[in-house]
Each structure stands twice: as C-alpha cells, then as structure tokens.
C-alpha cells in the first residue's frame, strides 16, 4: 500500500498536504484579531461576528461531504482544483460584502471552497501510506498544520493594523492562488482503476458502508469532539484575552500563536507512542482534566496567567488527538477512503460551527470552560470504550 518517492517529491507532497490541511485554521483563525472591531464596523453584535466562523465551518463541514465522494470517483487532482477556485472566488465576495449579512454568506461559500483542500490532505496520505507510516505522515503533516495557526494569527493582527480587516481576505486570496500553483506538479495520488464505477450516488454509498463499522463510528465521535474543544477555545480566545483580560490584538496573536505551537508539538510527540489507540487515550483524559480546571479556575482566581497556563497544558494534550485518531478513523474506514476523509473533516467542523456560538450566551468564560469540559469527557469516555456496537 505504501507508495515509494523520490526526497524531493516526498518533501513537496509533505509540504503540499500541510498547507491543504492548514486551509482550516487560516479561514478560521487569520481574521480572529479583528472579531472585537469588526463588530464596530459592521455596526452589529459580537454573535452576528461569531456567525461569520460558524458559517465558514459549516461551509467546511458540508464542503467535505460533497468533495470526499467525489473525489473517490474523479480522482484527488481535479476535485482539488475546483474547490480551490471556489475558495478564490467566495474570498473576493467577503472582500466586497456591503454588510455582515452578505459577509457571512460568502464565509460560508469560501469555508465550502477550502474543504477541498482539507479532505484532499487526508484522502492523498491515506491513498500513498498505511498502518504506522499513514500515522507518521499525518503527524508530519500535522506539525506543519500547527505552524499554520502560529502564523495566521500573528500576521492577521499586523496586515489588520496596516491595511485592515479587508487585507486579511487579500492575502487569503494570494494563498489560494499559490495552492492552485502547487496543483500543477501535484501527481494524482489515485489511479483510474481503482476509483468507484458508476454513478456520483454509487460513490456516496460509501458513506453507507464506513458507517456501519463501529471503530470507525467511535473515532469520528472523538474526532468530532476534540474539535469541539478547539473551537470552543478559538471562538472566544480574542473576547476573553482582549476584552475581558485587556490586552492588545497583537499581545493575543502571540498568545493564539505561542498555544498553537504547543498544539503541534503534541502533533509531533504523537508518535513516540507505539499504538494510537494509548495516544488517543492518554490524549483525551489530560485535556479533560485541564478543561475541568479552567472551570473550577473560574470560580476562585481571576487571572490571564492561570488561564493561559492551563489552556497551554489543555491543548498539548488535544494536538496528540489529531494524528492518533485520524490515522485510526481513517485506516478503519480505508473502503472508501474520499468517503472516511469526508466524515472526519465533516463532523470536526460540524462540531466546530455547533459550539462557536454557544460561547456567547451568558458569561463567555463559564459558557466557554463548560462546553470544554463536556466535549473533553465525551472524547475521554469513548476512548475507554473497547467494543462499541
């Protein structure tokens, strides 16, 4: 199953998948320094704001179900193009948008454009590698990932103060065009042969058949999950650190950037250990019990360095998750791997959009700490589970 390369190509496909991978956190994560003003400027409130990154995770969430099928009857290559113009385009209209309304729909269509990317980097890794080395690949790509929200952040705090929020959707623009670039000497990673005969609906089938095997279902809910955490903490990282704590959008860009980097070390230390399945165990139990003490942290200590000391701690356990649990998701549902890629992305971002507006009912902090500390359980819980039905 394991496909053999020349170094530089390897190094190409690790970079190229990393970057497709990354398309997540930069449309989520690029433009969180500007959430606070851009309220200001479209003269509306904080949740209208949040819908703009639930709407883009919906799109992403949808966009994989669409994309991950079709990929498995078209091939990896052609889906990744269309997908990628989409993205380019919807990016433009954000530029453009008159008003917050029109801005989140076009949030939504740049979201469902950059899902291609996304559910392209697993389905490719999948298609050239298995076992271990499908796990070693995805942590590599993973670490490359963590660097994506270091920067993203950072750099969208400095071109908001120079060109404003508008320049944040530019330099999306420019990225998509790259990765458009990078398709050309991009070699498609599934051959005719072995994609679904038939119909588009014969390829969806495959979602059917990967559903009905119950290790793929558990890892899907544990993927799903740890999103949950992650966005639970992106949605209302800016809000808490600036608004409540008081510190500048640069001084939260390397704060999102110094955690981010935590959470791909977690990626990268991932592999140290010999099965997935202790990874993902060991995973999730840290991150449920640092989320349960931000909660009770809440109630006995206001302060930024007890907050970020724990969320730091909290999200070096959830970056072990993603390497772990998407090779062991992914190599349970290798009968349709477009299909398996698809419900992965989907559901992470499903869970993402569900949970960044629950944030913002009531206290930010104590809506934040709860849904953090449920969706950790819930992932912990499953782990411990040896034979679901």
């Given at each position: ?17 990393g970057?497709?991978s990354?398309?997540?956190?930069f449309?989520?994560d ?44 078209y ?6 193009v269309?997908s990628?113009?989409?993205?380019a ?6 530029i ?9 729909i ?59 929020w ?8 420019i ?16 051959p ?27 890892y899907?809910?544990?993927f ?9 903490y ?110 992965l992305g ?30 950790s ?13």
């Amino acid at each position: 199953m394991t496909q053999k390369f020349g170094k530089r190509y390897f190094i190409f496909l690790l970079v190229f998948l990393g970057a497709l991978s990354a398309f997540g956190p930069f449309i989520t994560d690029f433009y969180l320094p500007t959430l606070p003003a851009m309220a200001d400027i479209f003269n509306t409130s904080a949740s209208m704001v949040q819908l703009g990154l639930t709407a883009s995770l919906l799109g992403i969430a949808l966009g994989q179900i669409f994309f991950g099928p079709l990929s498995d009857k078209y091939g990896r290559l052609p889906i990744m193009v269309w997908s990628l113009v989409l993205f380019a385009l919807s990016t433009v209209g954000c530029i453009y948008s008159p008003n917050i309304e029109i801005f989140d729909i076009f949030r939504f269509l740049q979201g469902l454009g950059g899902a291609g990317g996304i559910v392209m980097s697993r389905s490719v890794a999948t298609d050239c590698y298995s076992g271990r080395e499908l796990a070693k690949v995805l942590a590599i790509v993973g670490a490359i990932n963590g660097i994506a929200p270091v920067v993203a952040p950072v750099t969208g705090g400095m071109v908001a103060r120079s060109l404003g929020w508008q320049g944040i959707f530019w330099v999306l623009f420019i990225i998509g065009i790259v990765l458009m670039i990078m398709c050309i000497p991009f070699r498609e990673s599934l051959p005719k042969g072995k994609r679904v005969k038939g119909s588009a609906w014969k390829a969806a089938h495959g979602f059917v058949d990967i559903f009905k095997i119950p290790e793929f279902r558990r890892y899907v809910a544990v993927f799903g999950l740890s999103y949950g955490v992650l966005f639970a903490y992106i949605s209302s990282a800016s809000f808490i650190v600036q608004d409540h704590f008081g510190y500048s959008e640069i001084q939260f860009s390397l704060t999102f950037g110094t955690n981010a980097t935590i959470i791909a070390i977690g990626s990268g230390l991932a592999m140290k250990f010999k099965k997935m399945e202790n990874a993902a165990l060991f995973s999730t139990i840290g991150m449920a019990v640092f989320a349960m003490l931000l909660l009770i942290s809440r109630y006995f200590v206001d302060s930024f360095f007890v907050y970020e000391g724990l969320t730091l701690l909290m999200l070096f356990f959830l970056g072990f998750i993603f390497p772990s649990v998407t090779a062991l998701g992914m190599e349970s549902g290798r009968k349709a791997v477009g299909a398996a890629s698809a419900v992965l992305g989907a559901i992470g971002f499903a869970f993402g959009g569900l949970v960044s507006p629950l944030v913002g009912i009531g206290d930010l902090m104590q809506s934040t700490y709860i849904i953090l500390v449920a969706c950790s359980l819930g992932a912990t819980l499953l782990c411990l589970q040896k034979n679901p039905s």
